[in-house]
């Protein structure tokens, strides 16, 4: 049983499309993360939310607390937004960190 | 910028040696974490650190020791490397209330 479920989990989108991350989680937390891995490896952190929405260039990440659901949204995708995209949850209780497997995002030209 | 550093990207150690993946952050975060990443299984969380001196096992400490001597160094040990640890292991920084820096990663081959 995963505490965090992701989809879709592979994702092909023509350039300029926009594009939806969904994330699911089934534990109460603190604050739900969503990260960015190129390939190669490198992970960045895009977005930490507690309640509510939150913008950066073109990417929005919303929560609903109640349904216990989180969406990661790109305007006007760019191959440079190729990557895996992974919404990780902070339990509320116990310190413990939940994570989805990854959504792998290709934009195509 | 933050920067969270692992001292080497690639990797290659046999099996039953003790293997040493050092991280360094300069932001003077409280939190650091070790996780590994594998296929099909996503990141996974070893241990983490609230503070100095402070460890708390994550998901899968089995195998893994860590040492935070300094607030900026948080080491992850194999006491005897197998195969099975032969992954990506990746270490991350952050503060409460704000979001995680990762470092770029190590990747680990035990022959």
């Known amino acids: 049983k995963n505490e965090v479920e992701q989809s879709p989990q592979n994702l092909t989108a023509q350039e300029g499309e926009f594009i939806t991350i969904n994330c699911s989680y089934s534990?109460?937390?603190?604050?739900l993360h969503w990260l960015q891995q190129h390939p190669g490896g490198g992970i960045v952190s895009l977005f930490m939310?507690?309640?509510g929405k939150k913008k950066h260039g073109r990417l929005i990440a919303t929560i609903n607390i109640q349904e216990k659901h989180s969406s990661l949204h790109i305007t006007a995708s760019h191959p440079r937004d190729s990557a895996v995209y992974i919404c990780?949850?902070?339990?509320?209780?116990?310190?413990?960190?939940?994570f989805g497997t990854g959504t792998s995002l290709t934009v195509i030209p | 910028d933050v920067k969270v550093t692992q001292s080497s990207r690639y990797l290659v150690k046999r099996t039953g040696e003790k293997v040493f993946l050092e991280c360094v952050q300069d932001?003077?975060?409280?939190?650091m974490f070790w996780y590994r990443q594998d296929p099909g299984l996503g990141l996974r969380l070893i241990y983490f650190?609230?503070?100095?001196?402070?460890?708390e096992k994550g998901d899968i400490p089995e195998g893994y020791s860590v040492s935070r001597e300094k607030k900026e160094r948080f080491s992850l040990i194999l006491e005897s490397a197998s195969t099975n640890q032969t992954s990506m292991y990746l270490c991350?920084?952050?503060?409460?209330?704000?979001?995680?820096?990762f470092g770029s990663g190590t990747r680990l081959t035990v022959v």
């Open positions: 939310l507690s309640s």
């Open positions: 932001m003077d975060h409280e939190n």
């Open positions: 650190s609230y503070d100095v001196k402070m460890k």
């Open positions: 990780a949850v902070r339990s509320n209780t116990g310190n413990q960190f939940y």
């Open positions: 991350a920084s952050g503060r409460q209330i704000y979001g995680y820096t």
């Open positions: 534990v109460g937390i603190s604050a």
